[in-house]
């Protein structure tokens, strides 16, 4: 989007007007604080934003995948701005007011996006900027400008709506050139946030040192309160080389952590593992990583990481991840198997690879510890929404899965959930796919696994439950070769 476009948007009526919000303390990086605390999970409230106000729980947006495409209003087709995956009778229907439901967001999409993360929770501790700005549009409309441009306007909407609010950024495999490159482009970010926001700004969102990191590497670390860190990956390094230099950052950064008894939030792209929509992907330990291109972690690079979350998951008990356009989590295991970490994939703003609902998740977490105690996703059906010309968002907690028996969001309880969800196997082979006992149906609906899975594959003989099941459960539960092929019954 020209930069001149973006500017009459902000200063368009339709946008709700600005909010005073006070700027945030500084914080000195050498500083040092208490010693962590717990801090007690709210109880149930009868509103969202109610559950906040418990003492020592703080809320963060993650905004991941929103994947900006401005459709032209003059385009007989969609095809013509979006990618070649969209074909035959879905090439019919034009996008609506807030995008198309086979391809990406508009930028009206963008806008309800940012008037309800206001509404909703106009001051959040920080947000978490997951990346993949730019929409699955034509190679012959791609450039770096282009993908400048969409990262720039994300900025300028989250600093006028959310001024003072610290944000996080990390890098996606859409925000360089080519995609999945790991060309010096981060300067070039640098540079257009602060050409269009000033130098303030820039030094306030990369303080000290994690501005050189960010230029130099893509991956930086910054403090978000006096007890609190962020830490970016930079996960196209990941997906291509071994990651030594950045892993020894990352261990050197934990270990520094762990010694001034602080704690952090890790925030990544691409995640590690699997993919939880397509069956027997084996994107474990590398084996996709090698048939794709460049499409998962390399196989070195997963393992270094995953052993250090085992080993700092007393500093970083969760970390946040995109990528994939749908919700999931992983669960990660010290070298006892017990369950140490939860890493949470969030929704997307795109409704594209795989059609899903467009969604934005709030997190609620323990000031303290920084674990994450509950979140929740707005989402919207995109037909409906272009029909109807407006937005009725669903919110959806996790605590409020009833049939999952959440009594916290620990690592341990998401596997033991996990776990539930894959065994059970009670009602008759003919009723399986209505079952209303079945937990797994609390989590991904029967219909949701024909639109979000791809479950051709397997076994014919296993019902597509059983296999979606299984597509969905076992990356939860298994980020290595090994243990995720024998989950699914190919070994």
């Known amino acids: 989007m020209p930069l001149a476009q973006a500017d009459s948007l902000l200063r368009g009526n339709a946008w709700p007007r600005r909010r005073s919000h006070k700027r945030p303390p500084r914080f000195d990086d050498d500083a040092t604080d208490a010693a962590v605390e717990e801090a007690p999970i709210p109880s149930a409230a009868p509103c969202v934003r109610c559950r906040a106000s418990a003492e020592g729980i703080g809320t963060f947006w993650h905004a991941t995948d929103w994947h900006l495409n401005e459709f032209e209003p003059s385009s007989p087709s969609p095809c013509d701005m979006c990618r070649s995956t969209i074909v035959g009778t879905e090439c019919a229907e034009r996008a609506g007011p807030f995008g198309h439901p086979d391809c990406d967001p508009s930028t009206g999409g963008w806008q309800e996006a940012i008037a309800m993360m ?104 910054r403090r978000l309160s006096r007890r609190l860190w962020g830490i970016s990956l930079n996960t196209n390094e990941l997906s291509k080389t071994d990651g030594g230099q950045q892993l020894d950052w990352l261990r050197t950064m934990l270990d520094r952590m762990r010694q001034d008894r602080q704690t952090a939030i890790l925030l990544g792209h691409i995640p590690p593992g699997p993919s939880h929509f397509e069956f027997d992907s084996i994107c474990a330990a590398g084996h996709y990583y090698q048939r794709a291109g460049g499409a998962c972690w390399n196989p070195m690079a997963q393992s270094g990481l995953l052993a250090l979350l085992a080993a700092y998951a007393d500093v970083v008990p969760n970390s946040f991840f995109g990528h994939h356009h749908t919700s999931s989590l992983r669960v990660v295991y010290n070298s006892s198997a017990a369950a140490r970490h939860v890493m949470y994939l969030s929704p997307s703003l795109t409704p594209r690879n795989p059609t899903h609902d467009p969604a934005v998740r709030l997190y609620y977490y323990n000031r303290s510890s920084g674990a994450v105690v509950d979140f929740v996703d707005y989402s919207h ?95 939860m539960l298994h980020l290595e070769d090994a243990p995720y092929a024998q989950c699914l019954g190919v070994r």
Request: glycine share 6%.
């Open 118 to 221: 206001r509404r909703e929770q106009p001051t959040p501790d920080f947000i978490l900027a997951g990346g993949d700005w730019i929409g699955h549009i034509p190679e012959s409309r791609l450039n770096p400008p282009a993908l400048l441009s969409a990262a720039v306007l994300l900025n300028r909407l989250l600093s006028d709506h959310f001024a003072g609010v610290p944000v996080m950024h990390t890098v996606g495999n859409h925000d360089t050139w080519p995609y999945f490159s790991l060309a010096p482009v981060f300067m070039d970010w640098d540079r257009a946030f602060e050409k269009s926001q000033g130098n303030e700004w820039v030094r306030a969102t990369f303080p000290g040192k994690a501005r050189t990191h960010w230029q130099q590497h893509g991956y930086y670390a």
């Open 381 to 475: 059906d995109l037909r409906q929404s272009n029909a109807a010309g407006r937005i009725n968002w669903r919110v959806e907690a996790a605590l409020r899965k009833a049939p999952l028996n959440l009594s916290s969001l620990s690592a341990v309880a998401w596997e033991s959930a996990a776990r539930r969800m894959l065994e059970y196997d009670h009602a008759p082979q003919s009723q399986r796919e209505l079952d209303p006992h079945d937990p797994f149906l609390s989590w991904m609906s029967s219909e949701r696994c024909k639109m979000e899975v791809y479950i051709a594959s397997g076994d014919s003989r296993v019902p597509p439950l059983r296999r979606c099941k299984l597509a969905v459960l076992c990356p």
